[in-house]
């Protein structure tokens, strides 16, 4: 039995130790370059899990019914999201317990501002995407397949103990889109619940309904990349489709998933004001008032690296306009020490938490309420039982 990895060498040589301010990202360490000390980690590691989302069509080949893609695969060939492959006419992961990334998060840096503020998270990710967005922060992994990345061998029984030894609250499927690795996140999540562990998921939620309500019943809380608010925006810059996103959020409703949503703001591609006021206006009639919004800055990136960052006026426009909506806690992202981070009471007005930068301090917040008032602010405000 090999000799378990201290907390100081778990974490260096994941490669993934930065906490990147303005971007939030994974950088500046790149999990396709060989790190300067790879103990722990093995290059293009895989590990297979039969995976039960999928239909037999004639002879070997399958559909994949994990999300709305339904890729049609070829006995010995992978979907889009280069992780599900058809072997021998069934469908099976190669991305089961080899993450490419981890790392000790503070939970804003999700961004959940409505989920434990102010305590640590351990992030997952593996190689893989289901969606190509043109602004992807973290492409290096999203294109990448399992055998390119350098990976972690992290069962999920191993991971949930290595958060609750490094005093984590949660675990966080994040950075990359959590979807493709499906079955390793339901087994962290449904392992989470015997422990004092949240288990949250951070995704741009292009899933189909069965899957998602397997996820949804062990699921403590979701952060969905609502990235645009037209069909034109999903299928230019997102290789996607924008019905499948709303139907997404609408469902975690359904389940009493505590829901935050995050909207990239591009210059001249999806911060039309009358677009963000059509976009708050669905989110107000069909999730409600209380779903926290966080508008986020977006930096050139991957292929959009000729557009400049979005304007700090225009976030806040866009905050203004959710309010405006009916949308009672708005906020502006990745802009350090911007007042738009902060929570107020929508009641009173009271200032309840306070974020600068990853430092967050609760000020009047007492048991889920506002001290000043007593109304209840919708959230998930304590720890696992």
Known sequence: MK???????????????????????????????????????????????????????????????????????DNGDRGRCSVRENLDGELWTVAYGNPCAVQIDPVEKKPFYHVLPGTKTLSLATAGCNLHCKSCLNWEVAK?????????????????????????????CSYVEPVVFIEYMTEIARRCQERPLLHLMHSAGYINRPPLDDICAVLDAACIDLKG??????????????????????????????????????????????????MCRWIFEQLGPDVPIN????????????????????LEQARSVAMEAGLRYAYIANVPEHPGKHTYCPWCGELLIERIGYITTILALEDGRCAGCGHAIPGVWQPRA
Do not use: Q
Request: charged share 25%; aromatic share 8%.
């Open 295 to 314: 508008f986020f800055r977006f930096y050139p990136r991957y292929m959009l690296k000729s557009i400049p960052p979005t304007p700090v006026p225009t």
């Open 144 to 172: 990448a397949r399992p055998e390119e990345t350098y990976n972690h061998e992290l069962p999920p029984s191993e991971a949930v103990m290595r958060a609750e030894s490094y005093g984590c609250h949660s675990i966080a």
């Open 3 to 73: 000799e378990p990895l201290s907390r100081r060498e778990f974490v260096r040589t994941s490669g993934w130790m930065a906490l990147a301010s303005a971007g939030a990202g994974l950088l500046p360490c790149s999990p396709l370059l060989e790190p300067a000390a790879a103990a722990g980690l093995k290059k293009g590691w895989v590990n297979r899990r039969k995976s039960p989302y999928f239909s037999t069509l004639d002879g070997e080949r399958i559909r994949c019914d994990l999300c709305p893609h339904l890729c049609e695969i």
């Open 229 to 278: 608010f037209t069909e034109d925006f999903y299928r230019d810059l997102v290789d996607g489709s924008l019905a499948p996103v709303l139907a997404t959020l609408k469902r975690l409703k359904d389940n009493g998933v505590h829901t935050e949503i995050v909207n990239l703001l591009i210059p001249g591609k999806n911060d039309n004001p009358e677009t963000v006021r059509a």
